[in-house]
């Protein structure tokens, strides 16, 4: 019986490490108009900024509904495998609910379902680590339990470039988008509990970057022999930036690249930075 991994496509995850793992990528869909678009299949996060730049409303977004969680599961469980399904946190998306109404549907005991209390590259830094478990022969209820433990122990760091789509989503007060564009301040961000929370600010994105690992640091957070996950949107320059910083101040084992997709890239817009790590 092998171990299958499922997850969401807010999860961010690079196609070269889903398909090394065999994860299996359930899409959200993103509607820009009367125009839908399955994420990560008919769009691609490149389109999708060019697309956001383009119209004034910002898109909305469709969680995946039980009957295709329904579909995505059985598809596996039928093999005699048993799945792990690892989605993003329940304060931002209906799409965990809907997988526990599907896991209800099928009544199957080698199906997990977890929210993760993350998203982006949170969520898919979680998804790897579960991934590799099963790579190594693991069995599911293991990995369940451990992944259950390790969501709780993700700091999640993001800087916000723009505060114009925070504005236009009636996060932030026109006021207040003006004011902080001039003062070139930079919202970072967290998850926490699973849901989006300012934890600090900085004027430029430098500043904003130091901030994170001096944060870290005050943490007493070692991130000596660890995996770091990295994102942008559309802004890969700022990503390098990132990833010197990181190795300059840390020596990890390994930093995985990622891309934020349309989900979190509606509401940060492009330029948005971030990075986590277990702590």
């Known amino acids: 019986m092998a171990v299958k991994i499922i997850t969401d496509s807010t999860s961010d995850i690079p196609k070269h490490v889903a398909d090394h793992y065999g994860i299996s990528i359930v899409p959200l ?22 697309k956001l730049s383009q119209h004034r409303e ?23 495998d048993a799945v792990i399904g690892i989605f993003i946190s329940s304060q931002l ?24 209390k993350s998203a982006t590259f949170g969520l898919g830094h979680l998804v790897i680590e579960a991934a ?5 022969g693991i069995e599911a209820e293991d990995i369940f339990k451990q992944i259950e433990v390790l969501k709780n122990q993700i700091a999640f760091y ?16 026109a006021t207040s988008a003006i004011a902080g564009s001039i003062l070139g301040i930079k919202p970072i961000i967290s998850l926490i509990n699973g849901a989006v929370a300012v934890i600090g600010k900085a004027r430029g994105r430098k500043r904003a970057f130091l901030w994170m690992l001096d944060h870290l640091k005050q943490n ?49 817009g492009p330029g948005c930075i971030g990075f986590c790590c277990f702590t």
């Open 93 to 116: 998306s209906g799409t965990y609910n809907s997988a526990v109404m599907a896991k209800e549907i099928l009544n199957n005991d080698k199906l997990y379902i977890i929210d993760s």
């Open 158 to 173: 993001g800087v916000i470039d723009t505060l114009e789509y925070l504005k236009k989503g009636g996060r932030l007060s």
């Open 29 to 50: 869909k993103v509607l820009f108009g009367d125009q839908e678009y399955r994420d990560g299949i008919d769009l691609t996060n490149e389109e999708f900024y060019i």
């Open 132 to 136: 590799e478990m099963a790579f190594q």
């Open 58 to 80: 910002l898109p909305k977004t469709a969680q995946v509904n039980p009957g295709e969680f329904v579909e995505a599961f059985s598809k596996y469980l039928n093999n005699g």
């Open 220 to 268: 007493q957070v070692d991130l000596t022999d660890k995996r770091v996950c990295i994102a942008h949107a559309a802004s890969p320059e700022s990503l390098e930036e990132l990833k010197q910083l990181i190795r300059d101040n840390f020596k990890t084992k390994e930093i995985i690249d990622f891309s934020l997709g349309p989900v979190i890239g509606t509401h940060t």
